[in-house]
């Protein structure tokens, strides 16, 4: 009785296996290289998914059938299913190529056993599952290609807007700081042929334009600095530092090594308007009376880093809630260019904001080591 009950649990973990096997469409397959080491033994479902007929195949003909460009990965695989030191388990992806022409990507699951010790250690034999995971892939591909999409269009998007700030910027300048200018010079013409009663009104006049100009000019540049274009961003910063300080009474360092050369406009914009936001932020809701600011380029990238020391905030609460000021639109200006974002925030424990944003070969430049405080 016992015997067939043993019988009868082993015959239903059989069936339970393969009903798992045909649920997740799993091929099994073995080589056995003590007696076979040339050859491999695949099961129905295998055969289908390596395009092959035959139960006993060479690995040479699975090698005609190993796309040419994952041939490698199936060498290294091959290896590491006769290594006697290996982990024993390991799994690999690869694409077959079907008579019929078609493509079909495969995931393996191996399983070496080995015997012996010492120099007398070796794998007797290994097998494995094969699984077709041509449709996952092709969802994968199709996803990317949504997120490249819709990073292309937030691209597009970022750089509208700063075609039309800097439009908007010309126009402010061009247009109506020539008006303004033209209407100081007549009131200052006036002003030389007006009686006396009338100076007081006409100086007062004089100072609405020079405070109206003033006024202008300063939108212009916050719309987009002309010398972020014309001298790029480390002299675009000093300018801007040189007046975000007066205005909000936070202190700033800056620190920079690298970054004395031009970069691409695309990232000089990327680095400004994070900064820019970044210091907003902490003007706005920090607390803070002093916030540093550093900047690294190496070859490949550009790190930039904004630390204070305010009251700081729950960064999960405010990604997921977008309660904060500015974080998305940094995070989609980074990511824009294939940049990373990090927030390190707690309340009552500072902001730490980190960027990296990749550089081309050209835009890696000579090194230069400076210091800054306002």
């Known amino acids: 009785m016992a015997l067939q009950r043993a019988e009868r649990e082993i015959h239903n973990r059989d069936e339970l296996l393969h009903m798992a096997y045909d649920a997740a469409q799993l091929g099994t397959w073995q080589r056995d290289l003590s007696a076979q080491p040339d050859s491999i033994q695949l099961d129905a479902r295998a055969q289908i998914h390596y395009g092959i007929a035959a139960e006993e195949v060479p690995i040479s003909t699975i090698l005609e059938r190993i796309h040419p460009d994952d041939q490698a990965v199936w060498r290294q695989s091959l290896y590491m299913m006769s290594d006697s030191a290996g982990e024993g388990r390991h799994t690999t992806e690869y694409r077959v190529i079907h008579p019929d022409g078609s493509v079909h990507w495969l995931a393996i699951h191996a399983r070496t056993y080995v015997v012996g010790d010492g120099d007398e250690r070796r794998v007797v034999l290994s097998n494995g599952t094969s699984q077709d995971i041509t449709e996952r892939k092709q969802e994968e591909a199709a996803l990317r290609a949504s997120a490249e ?55 007062d006049a004089t100072s609405s334009i020079n405070e109206l100009m003033a006024r202008v000019r300063g939108l212009t540049l916050d719309l987009r600095p002309a010398l972020l274009d014309d001298l790029g961003l480390l002299p675009a910063l000093g300018w801007y530092l040189d ?31 994070t900064i820019q936001e970044a210091l907003t932020n902490v003007a706005r809701h920090a607390q803070s009376q002093e916030v540093t600011v550093r900047l690294l380029a190496d070859e490949s990238r550009l790190m930039l880093r904004i630390d204070d020391a305010g009251c700081g905030f729950d ?42 944003l990749p550089l081309s070969a050209e835009e890696s430049g000579m090194s230069d080591t400076h210091r800054r405080s306002e």
């Open 243 to 273: 007046r975000y300080t007066p205005r909000t009474g936070v202190q700033v360092e800056l620190r920079h090594h690298g970054v004395s050369h031009r970069f691409s406009p695309e990232v000089e914009t990327v680095a400004y308007r």
């Open 149 to 203: 999409q819709l990073q292309s269009l937030s691209r597009r998007l970022v750089e509208a807007h700063e075609r039309e700030r800097r439009h908007i910027a010309r126009e402010l300048h061009d247009e109506i700081g020539q008006v303004l200018t033209g209407l100081k010079l007549s009131l200052s013409a006036a002003a030389a042929a007006a009686p006396a009663s009338l100076a007081a009104t006409l100086a």
């Open 315 to 356: 960064s999960e609460v405010a990604r997921a809630t977008q309660t904060t000021g500015g974080l998305s639109g940094m995070q989609e200006r980074v990511q824009m260019i294939g940049g990373v974002l990090t927030i390190e925030s707690a309340p009552g424990e500072g902001t730490h904001i980190i960027v990296e």
